[in-house]
C-alpha cells in the first residue's frame, strides 16, 4: 500500500458475546430489526430503495460525486474511505422525500400487520 494513503476508518472492536449482558431485553429497534430479517421484508425494502434511487438519477449523481473527486485528487490518492466520509452525508441529504416517504410507509405497515 501507498504510504500517502490513509489507514482504513478505526471502528470499535465487535463486543464478544459473553461480555454482553444476555439476561438483558432486547431494545424495541432490535425487536424490528429481527422481525424485518426473519419475515425477509428488510431485503424487499432494500432492494425497493435500490430501485427508487436508480430510477430518480440519485445513483448517478453519487458515482460522478466519487468520480470528480478521484479525478480532483489523483486516482492514487484516494480509498474507499475518503469516498465514503466525501458521498456519505451527500448521499443521504440526496434521497428525494418521496423516496423516503414510500419506505417510511412501508415500514408502518409492516409494522402495523405484525401487531408491534
Do not use: Y
Not at 8 to 24: F, Q, V
Not at 49 to 73: A, H, I, V, Y
Request: one cysteine or more; hydrophobic letters at 30%; a neutral charge.
Amino acid at each position: 500500500m501507498n504510504d500517502s494513503r490513509r489507514a482504513s476508518i478505526k471502528r470499535p472492536p465487535t463486543p464478544d458475546a459473553e461480555e454482553e449482558d444476555e439476561d438483558r431485553e432486547p431494545t424495541l429497534e432490535e425487536i424490528i430489526n429481527i422481525k424485518l430479517i426473519e419475515s425477509g421484508e428488510k431485503e424487499r425494502l432494500k432492494e425497493l430503495l435500490r430501485e427508487r434511487l436508480n430510477e430518480c438519477g440519485w445513483k448517478d449523481e453519487m458515482k460522478s460525486l466519487c468520480r470528480s473527486f478521484t479525478r480532483k485528487k489523483g486516482r492514487n490518492n484516494v480509498t474507499v474511505d475518503d469516498l465514503v466520509h466525501l458521498i456519505t452525508p451527500k448521499g443521504r441529504a440526496a434521497v428525494p422525500d418521496p423516496v423516503k416517504a414510500e419506505l417510511l410507509q412501508r415500514i408502518r405497515s409492516f409494522l402495523h400487520s405484525t401487531a408491534l
